[in-house]
């Protein structure tokens, strides 16, 4: 069964918005992770959070993770047509190499 | 895509043949996986490895068998395809660094099963 579920399924927005995805999760977590999905492609990673990490930034990504509530939440600020794409959360539930485990998907679509 | 390559990238086949999907990295990495991609249901995972020849399954292994023979290739064999077996497969790498198990995915592999 799905460890994560992304939240909204779909999102549209126009160039440069900002996009929020959400992500919760049902069991403790050793980091959540974000990959990005092109059309036709293989996923790319993003961005790592540890469990003990409350926010970190990349670039225009900013992540959240919220242990207490099992959530996370991926900001994309100033949106361009390039990051229209599908975003996946991962997360690594025991430490070591247990496989990744993903969710669904949010498709972001972004309008020039 | 660098470093991990799948073949075929598309293949068509009947019900009831058998197909190898295979994997090859020149990354040295030890862990290697296989999962599945199908509308509504996001990345599933179907085997994965953690070495040469030591192999574990995931959520949806049935009717799927792998092989890891070589740190650079890993196999994975539909048994005898079936319509529901339609999807993409995606090979994915990583070097199992404790606490950031970051994975390289390849490009996919489009199955369909007639």
């Known amino acids: 069964s799905q460890q994560g579920e992304e939240d909204p399924q779909a999102l549209s927005i126009q160039e440069g918005e900002n996009a929020t995805m959400n992500c919760s999760y049902k069991?403790?977590?050793?980091?959540l992770q974000w990959y990005r999905q092109n059309s036709g492609r293989g996923l790319v990673h993003l961005i790592l959070?540890?469990?003990?990490?409350r926010e970190k930034h990349s670039g225009r990504l900013r992540v959240t993770l919220d242990t207490s509530k099992k959530s996370s939440s991926l900001l994309i600020t100033a949106s361009r047509a390039a990051d229209t794409a599908s975003y996946f959360c991962?997360?690594?539930?025991?430490?070591?190499?247990?496989?990744?485990?993903f969710g669904k998907g949010t498709r972001l679509s972004v309008i020039a | 895509d660098a470093g991990i390559t799948q073949s075929p990238r598309h293949k068509v086949t009947e019900t009831g043949t058998p197909v190898t999907l295979r994997c090859h990295q020149t990354?040295?990495?030890?862990?290697m996986y296989w999962y599945r991609q199908d509308p509504g249901h996001g990345l599933r995972l179907i085997h994965y490895?953690?070495?040469?020849?030591?192999?574990d399954k995931g959520e949806v292994s049935d009717g799927y068998s792998v092989s890891r023979s070589k740190t650079e290739d890993f196999l994975l064999t539909l048994e005898s395809a079936t319509s529901s077996q339609t999807s993409v497969y995606f090979c994915?790498?990583?070097?199992?660094?404790?606490?950031?198990?970051?994975?390289?995915f390849g490009a996919g592999s489009r199955l369909t099963v007639l």
């Open positions: 490895s953690y070495g040469v020849k030591d192999t």
């Open positions: 991962a997360t690594d539930v025991l430490s070591g190499n247990t496989p990744l485990v």
């Open positions: 069991t403790s977590i050793n980091n």
């Open positions: 990354e040295n990495h030890r862990y």
């Open positions: 994915a790498i990583s070097s199992g660094t404790i606490g950031a198990n970051v994975l390289t």
């Open positions: 959070i540890r469990s003990n990490e």
